[in-house]
RNA sequence: CGGGGUGUAGCAUAGUGGUAGUGUACUCGGUUUGGGACCGAGUGGUCCGGGUUCGAUUCCCGGCUCCCCGACCA
């Protein structure tokens, strides 16, 4: 993509009421847009990372067996009302409207009751299970106070998968998966050395859930943990009885603030029944499903990010989440010959695949190194009438600071997938 | 929802009971071109409602907004 038709600007400055680092980065960098307090607009460049997240959750989630699929955001009131889910005292996060034709309907906060309401169309056997399904969907929570900028948002996009078992020890098979799935997730994203996988309160059904905390100042969780065995305890848990159960003592645990980037739960069978949703077992008997929710935070993780991965003149995002993997910055632009090369060059790259910014406005060199520092692309390959004396580019990596000359076969061989002729 | 703060141009800020200033961004002209370059000329603004006052952006009341702390986060 062209910067130069790039309808994002950079900033200097951050705005004035943004406290929260990911959302300075991120409105300077012109990653989002804020709309009003906990609700952002994703640009461009911010789209591209959303979509790069969601690439690995999707590659993730598909290799366990996930189906993907979208629900509706708006909801029907009695659905709800079947789990006494509808009220406000026992949920206080609901956008609520009504109908023209009569009736209510609720804003998708979470989306359990009806997927489990909708699987009743599919599910009638043992024969129809396990069934693994997911979604990247936009809850709409009413929060009373939205915070941390993109972290915690009363408008936010999360994967959430749900497994529909015939028992127990089905259930418990793919819960476990995820575990794993939801590990390849974060160490994917650049995560895995401060991701845990931390118990917490389990609700109703369990002792414990499962949540994954990501090593975060701004995040809003404590936990404690022990990185050798790679324990980690949420501190709404943290109590003698756990400390006994899972073998460790207080002391060999530490205290950090984390974010939570997802979770996952165990419903039992308990939502199924109060759905009436249920199976004939191989012995004819209804049964209830056992039911489990897989939650990962989309939208917090571009926060988290954008939170851990920075230096003081920007954003300095691993590659499998960068909107692009090259920034190709034209210095000189007004030599004709330069501008000719920087072109070829990037109709080169484009050819091959590489996903490429290339800045080919008319701006002094600070001003394209500063934005590009901000943007927090990967490499930046810099096209100069000095390279182009000497038939070289420049390439700085952004996370090291690294700086390499290559020739432009070399380039091509770094950056581009499929052939360039 | 309790507490604290905030609101001036696209953005960041100053100031004042009497025609609102600066930086940046933007437009035009010129000079520049490896770290947000320079000179000149322009465009553009007091959150909303009420009150006090000859006069309110300023003071008072109410509302809203946004931020922070707490509560909440199934």
């Given amino acids: 993509m062209r910067q130069s038709k790039l309808f994002t600007k950079t900033r200097k400055e951050a705005p004035a009421d943004e406290a929260s680092l990911n959302a300075q980065l991120l409105i300077r960098a012109g990653y989002v847009h804020k709309e009003m307090a906990g609700v952002y607009a994703y640009l461009p460049l911010g789209l591209r990372m959303l979509e790069k997240i969601k690439a690995v959750v999707r590659e993730e989630m598909n290799a366990i067996g ?53 699987m009743k169309n599919y599910i009638a056997s043992y024969k129809d299970l396990p069934m ?3 979604q990247f969907q936009t809850k709409l929570r009413n929060e009373l106070r939205a915070k941390s900028g993109v972290m915690r948002g009363k408008e936010f996009v999360m994967k959430d998968m749900y497994s529909f078992s015939v028992g127990e020890e089905d259930h418990t098979a793919f819960y476990n998966a995820t ?30 859930s499962h949540e994954f905390q990501t090593v975060c100042a701004a ?5 404690y943990i022990n990185r050798e065995n790679g324990i980690a305890i949420n501190e709404e848990v943290l109590n003698e009885e756990t400390l006994t159960k899972l073998g460790v003592t207080r002391d060999e645990l530490t205290e950090v603030k984390t974010a939570e980037v ?10 199924a029944e109060s759905l009436g949703l249920t199976f004939k077992n191989e012995t004819g008997e209804e049964t209830p499903v056992w039911m489990g929710s897989y939650g990962i935070g989309v939208t917090r993780l571009i926060g988290v990010i954008a939170e851990k991965f920075a230096d003081e ?63 927090g692309i990967p490499y930046r390959v810099v096209v100069s009438k000095r390279g182009k004396e000497e038939g070289m580019f420049e390439v700085v990596e952004r996370h090291t600071g690294e700086v390499k000359k290559l020739t432009e076969e070399e380039l091509y061989q770094k950056f581009c997938t499929t052939d360039v002729e």
Avoid: C
């Fill in 66 to 118: 996930g189906q993907e699929l979208i629900m509706t955001s708006l909801q029907r009131k009695e659905l709800w009302e079947k789990t006494d889910r509808w009220d406000d005292t026992k949920v206080d996060v609901w956008f609520k409207s009504s109908l023209k034709s009569g009736g209510d309907v609720g804003f998708g906060w979470s989306h359990e009751e009806p997927i489990g309401e909708m």
């Fill in 132 to 134: 693994y399904v997911y």
């Fill in 179 to 208: 575990i794993e799935a939801y590990k390849r997730v974060y160490e994917r994203l650049g995560l895995g050395e401060d991701t845990f996988v931390t118990f917490a309160s389990g609700g109703a059904f369990t002792q414990f």
């Fill in 219 to 223: 995040g809003e969780d404590v936990i």
């Fill in 262 to 271: 997802g979770n996952i739960f165990n419903f039992g069978r308990q939502k």
């Fill in 313 to 375: 003149k920007g954003l300095v995002l691993p590659a499998v989440v960068a909107p692009f993997t090259v920034h190709l910055v034209l210095l000189n632009q007004q030599d004709g010959e330069v501008r000719d090369w920087a072109e070829g060059i990037y109709a080169s790259l484009v050819k091959g695949s590489a996903e490429v910014l290339f800045d080919d406005r008319d701006q002094t060199a600070g001003h394209k190194f500063a934005d590009s520092d901000l943007m």
